[in-house]
Protein backbone atom coordinates (compact mmCIF):
# COMPACT_ATOMS: atom_id res chain seq x y z
CA UNK A 1 0.00 0.00 0.00
CA UNK A 2 0.77 3.57 -0.75
CA UNK A 3 -1.17 4.63 1.91
CA UNK A 4 -0.31 5.37 5.36
CA UNK A 5 0.16 2.62 7.05
CA UNK A 6 -0.33 1.60 10.66
CA UNK A 7 2.62 -0.09 12.12
CA UNK A 8 2.91 -2.68 12.96
CA UNK A 9 0.46 -4.98 10.81
CA UNK A 10 -0.19 -8.38 11.94
CA UNK A 11 3.24 -10.35 12.11
CA UNK A 12 3.23 -14.12 12.12
CA UNK A 13 5.84 -15.67 14.63
CA UNK A 14 7.67 -18.68 13.13
CA UNK A 15 8.73 -21.68 15.77
CA UNK A 16 10.87 -23.78 13.61
CA UNK A 17 12.95 -20.55 13.01
CA UNK A 18 13.30 -19.41 16.23
CA UNK A 19 14.39 -22.52 17.85
CA UNK A 20 17.29 -23.21 15.11
CA UNK A 21 18.47 -19.83 15.88
CA UNK A 22 18.90 -19.31 19.60
CA UNK A 23 20.87 -15.95 21.24
CA UNK A 24 23.56 -16.09 20.49
CA UNK A 25 24.41 -14.39 23.88
CA UNK A 26 21.84 -15.70 26.08
CA UNK A 27 19.90 -12.67 28.09
CA UNK A 28 21.29 -12.01 31.83
CA UNK A 29 19.19 -13.11 34.69
CA UNK A 30 18.51 -10.65 37.04
CA UNK A 31 21.14 -11.05 39.85
CA UNK A 32 23.53 -11.93 37.24
CA UNK A 33 23.01 -8.56 35.62
CA UNK A 34 23.31 -6.57 39.18
CA UNK A 35 26.41 -8.53 39.90
CA UNK A 36 28.23 -7.35 36.31
CA UNK A 37 27.21 -3.94 36.55
CA UNK A 38 28.86 -3.80 40.17
CA UNK A 39 32.04 -4.87 38.62
CA UNK A 40 32.03 -1.47 36.43
CA UNK A 41 34.45 1.25 37.50
CA UNK A 42 31.87 3.97 36.31
CA UNK A 43 35.26 5.62 34.54
CA UNK A 44 34.58 9.48 34.65
CA UNK A 45 36.53 9.45 31.55
CA UNK A 46 34.58 6.30 29.94
CA UNK A 47 36.53 5.20 26.65
CA UNK A 48 33.18 2.50 26.34
CA UNK A 49 31.05 5.88 25.44
CA UNK A 50 33.53 7.82 23.53
CA UNK A 51 33.85 3.95 21.39
CA UNK A 52 30.11 3.79 20.71
CA UNK A 53 29.03 5.51 17.69
CA UNK A 54 26.26 7.14 19.29
CA UNK A 55 27.94 8.02 22.71
CA UNK A 56 25.96 6.29 25.04
CA UNK A 57 26.59 7.41 28.52
CA UNK A 58 27.29 3.36 29.39
CA UNK A 59 28.79 3.51 32.96
CA UNK A 60 25.42 5.96 33.66
CA UNK A 61 23.60 3.17 32.54
CA UNK A 62 24.95 0.66 33.76
CA UNK A 63 25.41 2.53 37.25
CA UNK A 64 21.73 2.71 37.06
CA UNK A 65 21.39 -1.26 36.52
CA UNK A 66 23.46 -2.05 39.84
CA UNK A 67 21.05 0.78 41.49
CA UNK A 68 18.35 -1.43 39.96
CA UNK A 69 16.48 1.16 38.20
CA UNK A 70 15.82 -0.10 35.08
CA UNK A 71 13.71 2.51 33.67
CA UNK A 72 16.63 5.11 34.53
CA UNK A 73 18.87 2.64 32.75
CA UNK A 74 16.48 2.38 29.59
CA UNK A 75 16.38 6.33 29.57
CA UNK A 76 19.66 6.73 29.64
CA UNK A 77 19.76 4.46 26.10
CA UNK A 78 17.40 5.96 24.58
CA UNK A 79 18.37 9.38 24.51
CA UNK A 80 21.27 8.31 22.90
CA UNK A 81 20.25 5.68 21.11
CA UNK A 82 16.94 5.22 20.04
CA UNK A 83 17.44 2.11 18.50
CA UNK A 84 19.23 0.83 21.81
CA UNK A 85 17.98 -2.19 21.76
CA UNK A 86 18.62 -3.88 18.60
CA UNK A 87 22.12 -2.65 18.81
CA UNK A 88 22.58 -4.11 22.10
CA UNK A 89 22.34 -7.66 20.35
CA UNK A 90 23.84 -6.48 16.20
CA UNK A 91 26.67 -4.52 17.41
CA UNK A 92 30.28 -5.79 17.52
CA UNK A 93 31.09 -4.76 20.86
CA UNK A 94 34.25 -6.64 20.56
CA UNK A 95 35.75 -4.01 18.82
CA UNK A 96 33.51 -1.44 20.23
CA UNK A 97 32.44 -0.15 23.43
CA UNK A 98 33.83 -3.31 25.70
CA UNK A 99 36.43 -3.84 22.97
CA UNK A 100 37.17 -0.38 24.58
CA UNK A 101 36.99 -1.72 28.34
CA UNK A 102 39.47 -0.54 30.68
CA UNK A 103 39.61 -3.95 31.98
CA UNK A 104 41.60 -5.13 29.40
CA UNK A 105 44.15 -3.10 31.12
CA UNK A 106 44.17 -5.06 34.54
CA UNK A 107 44.21 -8.26 32.05
CA UNK A 108 40.22 -9.09 33.07
CA UNK A 109 37.38 -9.54 30.89
CA UNK A 110 35.89 -6.23 29.99
CA UNK A 111 32.31 -5.66 31.32
CA UNK A 112 29.84 -7.44 29.29
CA UNK A 113 28.02 -4.27 28.18
CA UNK A 114 25.88 -5.40 25.35
CA UNK A 115 23.95 -8.11 27.94
CA UNK A 116 23.29 -5.37 30.02
CA UNK A 117 22.20 -2.91 27.61
CA UNK A 118 19.64 -5.98 26.44
CA UNK A 119 18.53 -6.35 30.11
CA UNK A 120 17.71 -2.76 30.54
CA UNK A 121 16.02 -2.55 27.10
CA UNK A 122 14.04 -5.71 27.80
CA UNK A 123 12.92 -5.23 30.98
CA UNK A 124 11.59 -1.34 29.42
CA UNK A 125 9.66 -3.68 26.96
CA UNK A 126 8.30 -6.16 29.02
CA UNK A 127 7.05 -3.03 31.57
CA UNK A 128 5.04 -1.87 29.01
CA UNK A 129 6.14 1.61 29.50
CA UNK A 130 5.72 4.27 26.65
CA UNK A 131 8.86 5.97 25.78
CA UNK A 132 10.09 8.20 28.28
CA UNK A 133 10.12 11.14 25.83
CA UNK A 134 7.10 12.61 23.48
CA UNK A 135 6.86 14.42 20.07
CA UNK A 136 7.84 18.53 20.48
CA UNK A 137 5.41 20.99 19.39
CA UNK A 138 3.94 20.92 16.22
CA UNK A 139 6.04 23.16 13.96
CA UNK A 140 4.44 23.18 10.60
CA UNK A 141 7.35 21.39 8.88
CA UNK A 142 7.80 18.19 7.72
CA UNK A 143 10.57 15.33 6.37
CA UNK A 144 10.09 12.71 3.78
CA UNK A 145 12.74 10.11 4.46
CA UNK A 146 13.48 7.57 1.59
CA UNK A 147 14.35 4.03 3.24
CA UNK A 148 12.82 2.60 6.65
CA UNK A 149 16.50 1.39 8.06
CA UNK A 150 18.08 2.47 11.12
CA UNK A 151 19.31 5.59 9.77
CA UNK A 152 15.83 7.15 8.59
CA UNK A 153 14.42 5.48 12.28
CA UNK A 154 17.26 7.36 14.14
CA UNK A 155 16.46 10.46 12.12
CA UNK A 156 13.02 10.30 12.46
CA UNK A 157 13.03 9.92 15.98
CA UNK A 158 15.36 13.07 16.17
CA UNK A 159 12.67 15.22 14.20
CA UNK A 160 9.49 14.11 15.93
CA UNK A 161 11.35 15.20 19.42
CA UNK A 162 12.25 18.43 17.55
CA UNK A 163 8.31 18.51 16.45
CA UNK A 164 8.79 17.99 12.97
CA UNK A 165 6.62 15.52 10.95
CA UNK A 166 8.54 12.80 9.60
CA UNK A 167 6.85 9.92 7.05
CA UNK A 168 9.23 7.02 6.00
CA UNK A 169 8.74 5.46 2.39
CA UNK A 170 9.87 2.29 2.12
CA UNK A 171 9.40 -0.24 -0.81
CA UNK A 172 9.37 -3.33 1.57
CA UNK A 173 6.06 -4.66 3.59
CA UNK A 174 7.83 -4.01 6.64
CA UNK A 175 9.99 -1.04 8.57
CA UNK A 176 13.68 -1.58 9.80
CA UNK A 177 15.79 -2.39 6.76
CA UNK A 178 18.71 -4.48 7.57
CA UNK A 179 17.26 -5.17 10.90
CA UNK A 180 14.16 -6.87 9.88
CA UNK A 181 15.46 -8.46 6.40
CA UNK A 182 19.31 -8.33 7.10
CA UNK A 183 20.79 -9.18 10.65
CA UNK A 184 21.35 -12.89 11.62
CA UNK A 185 18.37 -14.18 13.81
CA UNK A 186 20.66 -15.64 15.99
CA UNK A 187 21.73 -12.04 16.48
CA UNK A 188 18.61 -10.09 16.45
CA UNK A 189 15.52 -11.92 15.97
CA UNK A 190 13.01 -10.67 13.65
CA UNK A 191 10.50 -10.12 16.22
CA UNK A 192 12.69 -7.85 18.10
CA UNK A 193 12.79 -5.61 15.15
CA UNK A 194 9.33 -5.39 14.93
CA UNK A 195 8.96 -4.41 18.77
CA UNK A 196 11.44 -2.11 18.51
CA UNK A 197 9.83 -0.27 15.94
CA UNK A 198 6.60 -0.65 17.27
CA UNK A 199 8.20 1.35 20.14
CA UNK A 200 9.03 4.28 17.83
CA UNK A 201 5.73 4.46 16.36
CA UNK A 202 4.25 5.88 19.94
CA UNK A 203 6.41 9.13 18.49
CA UNK A 204 3.83 9.04 15.19
CA UNK A 205 6.47 8.48 12.85
CA UNK A 206 4.37 7.98 9.62
CA UNK A 207 5.13 4.51 7.67
CA UNK A 208 4.30 4.20 4.10
CA UNK A 209 5.54 0.86 3.10
CA UNK A 210 5.18 -1.01 -0.16
CA UNK A 211 6.30 2.15 -1.61
CA UNK A 212 9.30 2.32 -4.74
CA UNK A 213 10.59 5.50 -5.15
CA UNK A 214 11.49 6.80 -8.40
CA UNK A 215 12.62 9.89 -10.02
CA UNK A 216 9.37 11.13 -10.32
CA UNK A 217 7.93 10.44 -7.36
CA UNK A 218 11.61 12.15 -5.23
CA UNK A 219 10.36 15.20 -7.24
CA UNK A 220 7.06 15.23 -5.98
CA UNK A 221 8.18 14.25 -2.40
CA UNK A 222 10.76 17.42 -2.81
CA UNK A 223 7.95 19.45 -3.60
CA UNK A 224 5.81 18.58 -0.97
CA UNK A 225 8.49 18.57 2.00
CA UNK A 226 10.61 20.85 3.87
CA UNK A 227 13.46 18.34 3.67
CA UNK A 228 14.79 15.04 2.32
CA UNK A 229 16.32 12.31 4.22
CA UNK A 230 18.28 9.60 2.04
CA UNK A 231 18.54 6.46 4.15
CA UNK A 232 18.47 4.22 1.15
CA UNK A 233 21.63 1.11 1.77
CA UNK A 234 23.07 -0.57 -0.33
CA UNK A 235 21.74 -1.93 -4.30
CA UNK A 236 22.03 -5.86 -4.88
CA UNK A 237 24.63 -8.31 -3.93
CA UNK A 238 27.13 -8.48 -7.10
CA UNK A 239 27.60 -11.00 -9.39
CA UNK A 240 30.38 -13.44 -10.36
CA UNK A 241 30.48 -12.59 -13.85
CA UNK A 242 30.49 -16.42 -14.51
CA UNK A 243 29.05 -18.93 -16.85
CA UNK A 244 25.77 -20.57 -15.72
CA UNK A 245 25.17 -17.74 -12.75
CA UNK A 246 21.62 -17.83 -13.47
CA UNK A 247 21.12 -21.14 -12.80
CA UNK A 248 18.28 -22.43 -9.92
CA UNK A 249 20.12 -23.18 -7.35
CA UNK A 250 22.17 -19.64 -7.53
CA UNK A 251 21.07 -16.92 -5.01
CA UNK A 252 22.60 -14.49 -2.78
CA UNK A 253 23.43 -13.37 1.12
CA UNK A 254 21.03 -11.29 2.16
CA UNK A 255 17.68 -13.14 0.24
CA UNK A 256 18.54 -16.52 1.96
CA UNK A 257 18.71 -14.19 5.19
CA UNK A 258 15.34 -12.30 4.33
CA UNK A 259 14.17 -15.83 3.04
CA UNK A 260 14.44 -17.44 6.70
CA UNK A 261 13.81 -14.45 8.89
CA UNK A 262 10.47 -14.04 7.13
CA UNK A 263 9.59 -17.57 7.57
CA UNK A 264 9.44 -18.65 3.79
CA UNK A 265 12.68 -20.42 4.29
CA UNK A 266 13.19 -23.21 6.38
CA UNK A 267 15.53 -25.72 4.78
CA UNK A 268 18.43 -25.70 2.73
CA UNK A 269 20.11 -28.27 -0.08
CA UNK A 270 22.71 -30.30 1.66
CA UNK A 271 25.51 -29.06 -0.36
CA UNK A 272 25.99 -25.15 -0.29
CA UNK A 273 29.14 -22.78 -0.87
CA UNK A 274 29.26 -19.16 0.29
CA UNK A 275 31.56 -16.70 -2.28
CA UNK A 276 32.63 -14.23 0.16
CA UNK A 277 34.57 -13.64 3.46
CA UNK A 278 32.67 -10.59 5.09
CA UNK A 279 30.69 -10.71 7.83
CA UNK A 280 27.13 -11.23 5.49
CA UNK A 281 28.96 -14.12 4.10
CA UNK A 282 29.74 -15.72 8.03
CA UNK A 283 26.20 -15.48 8.38
CA UNK A 284 24.43 -16.57 5.30
CA UNK A 285 27.10 -19.76 6.11
CA UNK A 286 26.12 -20.29 9.93
CA UNK A 287 22.48 -19.88 8.31
CA UNK A 288 22.81 -22.46 6.26
CA UNK A 289 24.31 -24.81 8.50
CA UNK A 290 21.19 -23.92 11.09
CA UNK A 291 18.84 -24.69 8.32
CA UNK A 292 20.21 -28.27 7.56
CA UNK A 293 22.77 -28.25 5.47
CA UNK A 294 25.42 -30.99 5.95
CA UNK A 295 28.33 -29.41 4.45
CA UNK A 296 29.05 -25.69 3.83
CA UNK A 297 31.80 -23.98 2.57
CA UNK A 298 32.98 -20.33 2.17
CA UNK A 299 35.58 -19.78 -0.64
CA UNK A 300 37.64 -16.56 -0.93
CA UNK A 301 39.83 -15.45 -3.14
CA UNK A 302 42.38 -14.47 -0.63
CA UNK A 303 43.70 -15.59 2.64
CA UNK A 304 41.85 -15.70 6.31
CA UNK A 305 44.45 -12.33 7.64
CA UNK A 306 43.09 -10.38 4.38
CA UNK A 307 39.22 -11.42 5.00
CA UNK A 308 36.66 -8.39 6.20
CA UNK A 309 34.73 -10.91 8.34
CA UNK A 310 35.47 -10.15 12.05
CA UNK A 311 38.09 -12.81 13.95
CA UNK A 312 35.13 -13.36 16.68
CA UNK A 313 32.31 -14.09 13.30
CA UNK A 314 35.51 -16.27 11.49
CA UNK A 315 35.63 -18.02 14.58
CA UNK A 316 31.96 -18.68 15.37
CA UNK A 317 31.80 -20.25 12.25
CA UNK A 318 34.35 -22.55 12.54
CA UNK A 319 32.26 -23.77 16.02
CA UNK A 320 29.47 -24.38 13.70
CA UNK A 321 31.25 -26.28 11.33
CA UNK A 322 31.45 -24.19 8.36
CA UNK A 323 34.66 -25.44 6.11
CA UNK A 324 36.86 -22.55 4.40
CA UNK A 325 39.11 -22.56 1.27
CA UNK A 326 41.48 -19.64 0.63
CA UNK A 327 42.75 -18.53 -2.15
CA UNK A 328 40.50 -19.63 -4.96
CA UNK A 329 38.54 -17.94 -7.50
CA UNK A 330 35.19 -18.88 -8.97
CA UNK A 331 35.40 -19.17 -12.55
CA UNK A 332 32.59 -21.15 -13.49
CA UNK A 333 29.39 -23.05 -12.44
CA UNK A 334 28.51 -26.58 -13.37
CA UNK A 335 25.14 -28.07 -13.94
CA UNK A 336 22.40 -28.34 -16.38
CA UNK A 337 19.19 -27.63 -14.91
CA UNK A 338 20.57 -26.84 -11.41
CA UNK A 339 23.89 -26.09 -10.04
CA UNK A 340 25.83 -29.74 -9.63
CA UNK A 341 29.24 -28.12 -8.65
CA UNK A 342 31.55 -24.87 -8.55
CA UNK A 343 34.59 -24.83 -10.71
CA UNK A 344 37.77 -22.96 -8.78
CA UNK A 345 41.14 -22.00 -9.60
CA UNK A 346 43.35 -21.63 -7.45
CA UNK A 347 45.42 -18.40 -6.57
CA UNK A 348 48.82 -17.38 -5.98
CA UNK A 349 49.99 -14.01 -3.69
CA UNK A 350 52.86 -12.33 -5.25
CA UNK A 351 55.45 -10.67 -2.60
CA UNK A 352 53.51 -7.14 -3.94
CA UNK A 353 50.48 -8.90 -2.72
CA UNK A 354 48.87 -9.20 -5.48
CA UNK A 355 47.31 -12.55 -6.61
CA UNK A 356 47.32 -14.01 -9.78
CA UNK A 357 45.77 -17.41 -11.42
CA UNK A 358 47.50 -20.72 -11.26
CA UNK A 359 46.73 -21.70 -14.76
CA UNK A 360 45.76 -25.69 -14.43
CA UNK A 361 44.82 -25.77 -10.96
CA UNK A 362 41.07 -25.89 -11.19
CA UNK A 363 38.61 -28.11 -9.72
CA UNK A 364 35.14 -28.72 -9.27
CA UNK A 365 33.80 -28.24 -5.04
CA UNK A 366 30.48 -30.26 -5.76
CA UNK A 367 27.52 -27.74 -4.20
CA UNK A 368 23.65 -27.51 -4.44
CA UNK A 369 23.45 -24.30 -3.81
CA UNK A 370 25.94 -21.14 -4.38
CA UNK A 371 25.28 -18.25 -2.24
CA UNK A 372 27.08 -14.28 -3.29
CA UNK A 373 27.86 -12.26 -0.37
CA UNK A 374 30.85 -10.42 -2.58
CA UNK A 375 29.71 -7.21 -1.52
CA UNK A 376 26.83 -5.10 -2.96
CA UNK A 377 26.40 -2.33 -5.54
CA UNK A 378 24.68 1.11 -4.98
CA UNK A 379 21.21 1.97 -5.18
CA UNK A 380 21.37 5.73 -6.43
CA UNK A 381 20.25 5.96 -9.83
CA UNK A 382 16.67 7.15 -9.33
CA UNK A 383 18.94 10.35 -7.71
CA UNK A 384 19.18 11.58 -11.37
CA UNK A 385 16.37 13.98 -11.99
CA UNK A 386 13.62 13.12 -14.38
CA UNK A 387 15.23 13.89 -18.07
CA UNK A 388 18.66 14.79 -16.74
CA UNK A 389 22.23 13.02 -16.61
CA UNK A 390 23.60 14.65 -13.26
CA UNK A 391 22.23 13.29 -9.85
CA UNK A 392 20.32 15.39 -7.39
CA UNK A 393 23.05 14.95 -4.91
CA UNK A 394 26.56 14.54 -5.21
CA UNK A 395 28.38 11.31 -5.41
CA UNK A 396 31.01 9.30 -5.82
CA UNK A 397 31.31 6.18 -7.18
CA UNK A 398 27.41 5.61 -6.35
CA UNK A 399 28.33 6.42 -2.56
CA UNK A 400 26.65 9.61 -1.47
CA UNK A 401 28.74 12.73 -0.21
CA UNK A 402 27.95 14.45 2.93
CA UNK A 403 28.85 16.38 5.27
CA UNK A 404 29.75 13.99 8.04
CA UNK A 405 28.46 17.05 10.79
CA UNK A 406 25.32 17.29 9.63
CA UNK A 407 24.34 14.60 7.05
CA UNK A 408 23.86 17.42 4.83
CA UNK A 409 24.60 16.62 0.93
CA UNK A 410 25.29 19.11 -2.04
CA UNK A 411 21.76 19.89 -2.67
CA UNK A 412 21.21 21.92 0.65
CA UNK A 413 17.50 20.33 0.73
CA UNK A 414 18.99 16.94 0.96
CA UNK A 415 20.61 14.41 3.68
CA UNK A 416 21.69 11.44 3.95
CA UNK A 417 22.89 8.59 6.30
CA UNK A 418 23.92 5.13 6.86
CA UNK A 419 25.55 2.07 4.00
CA UNK A 420 24.23 4.78 1.67
CA UNK A 421 27.09 6.99 2.31
CA UNK A 422 29.92 4.87 4.37
CA UNK A 423 29.44 2.24 2.32
CA UNK A 424 28.08 -1.14 4.55
CA UNK A 425 28.97 -0.63 8.37
CA UNK A 426 27.47 -1.52 11.04
CA UNK A 427 23.65 -0.84 12.40
CA UNK A 428 24.85 1.45 15.01
CA UNK A 429 27.04 3.79 12.51
CA UNK A 430 23.75 3.95 10.66
CA UNK A 431 21.92 4.89 13.49
CA UNK A 432 24.51 7.63 14.26
CA UNK A 433 24.44 9.29 10.94
CA UNK A 434 20.45 9.14 10.97
CA UNK A 435 20.54 10.91 14.57
CA UNK A 436 23.31 13.58 13.63
CA UNK A 437 21.55 14.25 10.22
CA UNK A 438 17.91 14.76 12.10
CA UNK A 439 19.48 17.28 14.24
CA UNK A 440 21.37 18.93 11.31
CA UNK A 441 17.87 19.01 9.42
CA UNK A 442 16.21 20.42 12.35
CA UNK A 443 18.74 22.79 12.73
CA UNK A 444 18.81 23.69 8.93
CA UNK A 445 15.12 24.08 8.83
CA UNK A 446 15.85 26.83 12.07
CA UNK A 447 17.95 28.87 10.60
CA UNK A 448 15.71 29.03 7.27
CA UNK A 449 13.15 30.16 9.47
CA UNK A 450 14.92 32.48 11.27
CA UNK A 451 16.36 34.10 8.08
CA UNK A 452 12.69 34.29 6.79
Known amino acids: MSDRQAFPPQVHEHPEIAARFGDIHPPFEAQAAITESNRCLFCFDAPCTTACPTHINVPRFIKKIASDNLSGSARTILDANILGASCARACPVEVLCEGACVMHRYNKQPIQIARLQRFAMDGFHQSGAPLPFEPGEDTGLSVALIGAGPASLACAAELRRRGIRALIYDARPLPGGLNTYGVAEYKLPFAESVREIKMLSQLDVEFHMDTTIDAAKLAELEREHDAIFLGIGLGAIHKLGIGNEQLPGVTNALDLIAGYKSGELTTVPERVVVVGAGNTA ?28 FSFEYEHAKSEGVKFLWHVLP ?122
Open 331 to 452: TGIHGDKAVKALQLMKLATTEDGSIIPQPGSEFLLPADWVVLAIGQGTHSAFLTANGSDSARVQLERGRILIDRATGQTSHPKFFAGGDCTNGGREVVDAVADGKRAGIGIAAWLEGLHVQA
Open 282 to 309: IDAAIASVRLGAAEVHIVYRRGPEQMSA
